[in-house]
């Protein structure tokens, strides 16, 4: 049944000139009591956990199972266009797909990491080219710079074997500098330009080598806000995609789940990926806007521009991405009673081992980013990045009495507007929330002005969920997380926390007001106080 879905899904594609790839994370890990493994046991590596073994490809019967599987596929799928595999990094595989240290298997032990990774991937793509010469193999070892560091990683580089093309991650183990200090940051990011250093030298191995060199980035959007179609920032691709060409880049995976939609940013990347390349940014931007918007590509080249500027300010902070509030803020209730509650992932509805839903992201917001930065920092960013976005999305407003008839231009502005008042509702969060760890332990004269600034953030969060209601309405695409699977938040829920805001200003407050008056410990059980 799998196997005839993949064909139907390859000819359909096909007749648009679109080739299917299948990702896979070859070879697994042997159970140690398979009927496999008592048949060969040859098969069987180094431990990997529980029952289960590394898969030994240091081995003549390793080797044959992997090219008779890839011709296999290749044969009962006609036009297939090639695997995407990932070997090192990502779930046990071969004997060293995780250490480059000797392995404790007996047969890899003698090799070097580099004759076991190679001939394990050469033996996939000897399969598929004997059923389709034009097929690709595309070996892209994820983690392979942090578990066999850089050096080994260029090294691997420039060794690959004939038929393989090696992809790796466009900004993994970048350093970026964020007030003031140098920061290390991984998969995956839009905000950030990149490339790492260990990804430049890579592929001026590979190309040396004679191999092709892929890129893996995010084009539509990222890690940092994953529930809008597309994040409208194509200057920042055009930044990335000049210095892939500058490096002889030959190919590009432009997302993991999230970030495919049709929009601005994967009609930029097309453009982008071939040749001639425009000679600059700023007229690129201009041809770009142009198609859709005419005479007023210059304002919106302006707009971008701007929505550039603030999301440049993004916290580089890889936790931030995974548990920040950028992706749902407009839902995040605010307590001002503490609630001391968890912080819920970004890329999950709900666990999937029980599928039981995670409840609504609570207070502890130092679980929301690590060690990087400082609350502070957190939040200038944070007040930045929807500072300079809003600036871009009133340049778009004030473009839309022209586009009432224009529904797609219409819901690009929408989707500016969505992320601005994401960004700003992020911001908002934080700080009623930083504040409000400060009220218990002020003087009353201060505890009273600072009541009425999370009072006026209340407000002001009122005012951007009825906005952002609207739009919701008005596009179903927002707040759609495609890794988690479902919508981080949707019309019903912008309803439920609004209602709660409004239960702050009718009832928390009034009451909170009341024991600062009469100079009462506040939240004694919670802060300790007597």
Same mark, same amino acid.
């Given at each position: 049944?799998?196997?005839?879905?993949?064909?139907?899904?390859v000819?359909?594609?096909?007749?648009?000139?679109?080739?299917?790839?299948?990702?896979?994370?070859?070879?697994?890990?042997?159970?140690?009591?398979?009927?496999?493994?008592?048949?060969?046991?040859?098969?069987?590596?180094?431990?990997?956990?529980?029952?289960?073994?590394?898969?030994?490809?240091?081995?003549?019967?390793?080797?044959?199972?992997?090219?008779?599987g890839?011709?296999?596929?290749?044969?009962?799928?006609?036009?297939?266009?090639?695997?995407?595999?990932?070997?090192?990094?990502?779930?046990?595989?071969?004997?060293?797909?995780?250490?480059?240290?000797?392995?404790?298997?007996?047969?890899?032990?003698?090799?070097?990491?580099?004759?076991?990774?190679?001939?394990?991937?050469?033996?996939?793509?000897?399969?598929?080219?004997?059923?389709?010469?034009?097929?690709?193999?595309?070996?892209?070892?994820?983690?392979?710079?942090?578990?066999?560091?850089?050096?080994?990683?260029?090294?691997?580089?420039?060794?690959?074997?004939?038929?393989?093309?090696?992809?790796?991650?466009?900004?993994?183990?970048?350093?970026?500098e964020?007030?003031?200090?140098?920061?290390?940051?991984?998969?995956?990011?839009?905000?950030?330009?990149?490339?790492?250093?260990?990804?430049?030298?890579?592929?001026?191995?590979?190309?040396?080598?004679?191999?092709?060199m892929?890129?893996?980035?995010?084009?539509?959007?990222?890690?940092?806000?994953?529930?809008?179609?597309?994040?409208?920032?194509?200057?920042?691709?055009?930044?990335?995609?000049?210095?892939?060409?500058?490096?002889?880049?030959?190919?590009?995976m432009?997302?993991?789940?999230?970030?495919?939609?049709?929009?601005?940013?994967?009609?930029?990347? /097309? $453009?982008?990926?071939?040749?001639?390349?425009?000679?600059s +940014?700023?007229? &690129? #931007?201009?041809?770009?806007?142009? %198609?859709? @918007?005419?005479?007023?590509?210059?304002?919106?080249?302006?707009?971008?521009?701007?929505?550039?500027?603030?999301?440049?300010?993004?916290?580089?902070?890889?936790?931030?991405?995974?548990?920040?509030?950028?992706?749902?803020?407009?839902?995040?209730?605010?307590?001002?009673?503490?609630a001391?509650?968890?912080?819920?992932?970004?890329w999950?509805?709900?666990?999937?081992?029980?599928?039981?839903?995670?409840?609504?992201?609570?207070?502890?917001? /130092? $679980?929301?980013?690590?060690?990087?930065?400082?609350?502070? +920092?957190?939040? &200038? #960013?944070?007040?930045?990045?929807? %500072?300079? @976005?809003?600036?871009?999305?009133?340049?778009?407003?004030?473009?839309?009495?022209?586009?009432a008839?224009?529904?797609?231009?219409?819901?690009?502005?929408?989707?500016?507007?969505?992320?601005?008042?994401?960004?700003?509702?992020?911001?908002?969060?934080?700080?009623?929330?930083?504040?409000?760890?400060?009220?218990?332990?002020?003087?009353?004269?201060?505890?009273?002005?600072?009541?009425?600034?999370?009072?006026?953030?209340?407000?002001r969060?009122?005012?951007?969920?009825?906005?952002?209601?609207?739009?919701?309405?008005?596009?179903?695409?927002?707040?759609?997380h495609?890794?988690?699977?479902?919508?981080?938040?949707?019309?019903?829920?912008?309803?439920?926390?609004?209602?709660?805001?409004?239960?702050?200003?009718?009832?928390?407050?009034?009451?909170?007001?009341?024991?600062?008056?009469?100079?009462?410990?506040?939240?004694?059980?919670?802060?300790g106080?007597?």
């Amino acid at each position: 049944r799998r196997l005839e879905k993949l064909r139907r899904t390859v000819a359909q594609c096909g007749r648009y000139g679109i080739r299917i790839y299948t990702y896979c994370n070859e070879p697994r890990p042997v159970t140690a009591d398979s009927p496999e493994a008592k048949a060969h046991p040859e098969l069987l590596g180094a431990k990997a956990y529980a029952n289960r073994h590394y898969f030994c490809t240091s081995n003549p019967t390793a080797l044959a199972y992997l090219e008779e599987g890839m011709r296999g596929l290749f044969t009962a799928v006609p036009g297939l266009g090639g695997i995407i595999n990932i070997s090192i990094g990502e779930g046990g595989s071969h004997c060293y797909s995780y250490s480059p240290a000797p392995s404790p298997c007996p047969r890899c032990a003698k090799r070097s990491p580099f004759e076991v990774l190679n001939d394990t991937v050469a033996a996939m793509a000897r399969g598929m080219h004997a059923a389709d010469p034009t097929a690709e193999c595309i070996s892209w070892p994820y983690g392979q710079y942090w578990s066999w560091g850089d050096d080994m990683t260029v090294e691997s580089a420039g060794r690959l074997p004939p038929g393989v093309i090696l992809q790796h991650n466009f900004e993994s183990s970048s350093v970026g500098e964020q007030c003031g200090r140098q920061i290390r940051i991984f998969d995956y990011w839009l905000s950030f330009i990149g490339p790492s250093r260990v990804f430049a030298d890579c592929a001026r191995a590979a190309v040396k080598n004679g191999s092709r060199m892929f890129a893996k980035l995010q084009v539509g959007c990222s890690h940092e806000v994953a529930t809008a179609p597309f994040v409208p920032v194509p200057g920042h691709l055009y930044r990335k995609y000049k210095i892939m060409h500058d490096l002889g880049v030959s190919g590009v995976m432009q997302c993991w789940y999230f970030g495919n939609y049709p929009g601005t940013m994967n009609k930029a990347a /097309g $453009e982008l990926a071939f040749a001639p390349f425009p000679a600059s +940014e700023d007229e &690129f #931007l201009g041809s770009l806007a142009r %198609r859709d @918007w005419g005479a007023d590509a210059p304002a919106v080249v302006r707009a971008w521009k701007l929505c550039q500027r603030g999301y440049g300010h993004f916290p580089l902070n890889h936790v931030f991405g995974w548990y920040g509030p950028m992706h749902d803020a407009p839902v995040w209730p605010l307590h001002l009673e503490p609630a001391d509650t968890l912080i819920s992932p970004s890329w999950l509805i709900a666990l999937h081992s029980t599928q039981e839903p995670f409840s609504a992201s609570g207070d502890r917001i /130092g $679980e929301c980013f690590y060690y990087t930065h400082t609350l502070a +920092e957190i939040l &200038f #960013l944070c007040r930045q990045m929807a %500072r300079y @976005w809003n600036r871009g999305v009133r340049i778009l407003k004030g473009l839309l009495p022209r586009y009432a008839a224009n529904e797609p231009r219409r819901l690009d502005i929408g989707v500016a507007t969505a992320l601005g008042i994401q960004f700003e509702s992020g911001y908002n969060m934080l700080r009623f929330y930083a504040l409000r760890e400060e009220l218990p332990w002020q003087p009353q004269a201060e505890q009273r002005r600072t009541l009425a600034a999370l009072k006026r953030i209340v407000r002001r969060e009122l005012q951007r969920d009825a906005e952002l209601l609207e739009l919701c309405r008005a596009d179903s695409r927002l707040g759609f997380h495609s890794e988690a699977e479902g919508y981080k938040y949707f019309p019903a829920k912008i309803e439920w926390r609004m209602a709660q805001l409004q239960r702050l200003l009718d009832e928390e407050f009034p009451a909170l007001a009341a024991c600062i008056r009469r100079g009462e410990a506040l939240w004694p059980a919670y802060t300790g106080q007597q």
